[in-house]
């Protein structure tokens, strides 16, 4: 009997020790994180997402981040999120396309302990973890006041939308509603999705300089891509682009390119700010109140973005002007 439990005593020592190295391994083991984004076609989200793997956390190994590409479609991030939620990753940054389908998508996550964090674009629920992104709203109505101001309160315009229920696309329209509503000698000749595709914005813009030939003075874009696309159709019609007041959202380089020479003006929206951000938030949703925030966004936006220890429910991303003054500064900004 002695030297059973003598045996007994050595095996429960060996499974304690044994324990003890097992979760000093899973302490080493570095946070996955999820993230899908509603798609990787246009080259704001490729930035994006490049930001988000630039993360320290992530040059470290402290972070695995494993990208995943909705291609533009709700059903495709709902499968993904199954996914996910299958191989058990401990946190979710989401992109998600659609708001009203990324709510119900995210809630499945939340539901089986998974901290989502959304970012850039948002989605419908109130079970979110936290939101890190810019107003979108804020931004249409800098679009549509740049446009309003530029012809002098009087003219027609055209608005290339994004996908119709994307976040970006609803709130970039209120925005943009609010500020023509303001000024009703402002007319719109046509608006129409371009699904934030530069082809498909050239592809429009064509169709619309021919129905409406010298009418559009402007063109106010909901991102760079479509406005950038709008562009390329205005020249290639032998028009003076100058002569068109256009904006768009981003801040991606060949829109800083064009603001710089004069030909339409962009809204920096950070990406590096946006991506980072969310990967602070969700580590801190993970690691608890000892995490502190590793990216730099946080100090260059100092009191404009403050950090609250990484639990706030809404992080609000300050607008950038670009034009052709501040265009070098922001190209210098978002260089790696």
């Known amino acids: 009997m002695k030297l059973i439990k003598n045996t007994l005593a050595a095996l429960l020592a060996g499974a304690t020790l044994l324990g003890g190295a097992s979760n000093s391994m899973a302490a080493d083991k570095p946070v996955r994180i999820a993230a899908p984004v509603y798609g990787l076609r246009s080259e704001f989200m490729k930035v994006w997402t490049d930001w988000l793997m630039e993360h320290p956390a992530v040059k470290s190994g402290e972070a695995k981040v494993t990208?995943?590409?909705?291609?533009?479609d709700p059903n495709v991030q709902n499968d993904q999120f199954d996914t996910i939620i299958v191989q058990?990753?401990?946190?979710?940054?989401?992109?998600?396309l659609d708001i009203e389908a990324g709510g119900r998508t995210l809630e499945k996550a939340i539901?089986?302990?998974i901290p989502v964090v959304g970012?850039?674009?948002?989605?419908?629920?109130?079970?979110?973890?936290?939101?890190?992104?810019?107003?979108?709203d804020v931004g249409g109505s800098i679009e549509a006041q740049y446009v309003v101001d530029k012809l002098g309160g009087k003219g027609n315009v055209v608005i290339l939308e994004g996908p119709i229920g994307q976040s970006g696309q609803v709130e970039r329209l209120k925005g943009i509603n609010k500020v023509l509503e303001k000024n009703p000698e402002i007319k719109v000749l046509?608006?129409?999705?371009a699904n934030w595709s530069r082809a498909e914005a050239l592809a429009l813009m064509e169709n619309w300089l021919t129905a409406h030939p010298g009418k559009i003075q402007g063109v106010i874009a909901e991102n760079d891509e479509m406005a950038i696309g709008a562009i390329q159709a205005i020249k290639a019609a032998g028009l003076n682009v100058k002569d068109f007041a256009i904006v768009g959202v981003d801040g991606v380089k060949d829109a800083i390119k064009a603001a710089k020479d004069g030909e339409m003006v962009s809204i920096l929206q950070d990406g590096?700010?946006?991506?980072?951000g969310a990967l602070d938030i969700a580590l801190r949703a993970v690691k608890g109140e000892g995490y502190q925030p590793q990216s730099e966004i946080w100090k260059?936006?100092?009191?404009?973005?403050?950090w609250a220890d990484g639990t706030a429910k809404n992080y609000d991303v300050p607008w950038t002007i670009i034009d052709e003054k501040s265009a070098d500064d922001v190209m210098k900004m978002i260089s790696k």
Request: glycine fraction near 8%; proline fraction near 4%; aromatic fraction near 12%.
């Open 119 to 136: 970012a850039n674009a948002r989605a419908n629920s109130k079970m979110l973890t936290s939101y890190i992104g810019s107003n979108d």
């Open 190 to 193: 046509d608006k129409k999705t």
């Open 272 to 276: 590096k700010a946006q991506a980072q």
């Open 111 to 113: 539901a089986a302990g």
């Open 300 to 306: 260059h936006y100092g009191e404009k973005l403050p």
């Open 88 to 96: 058990q990753f401990d946190a979710i940054v989401f992109v998600p």
């Open 67 to 72: 990208i995943f590409d909705g291609r533009y």
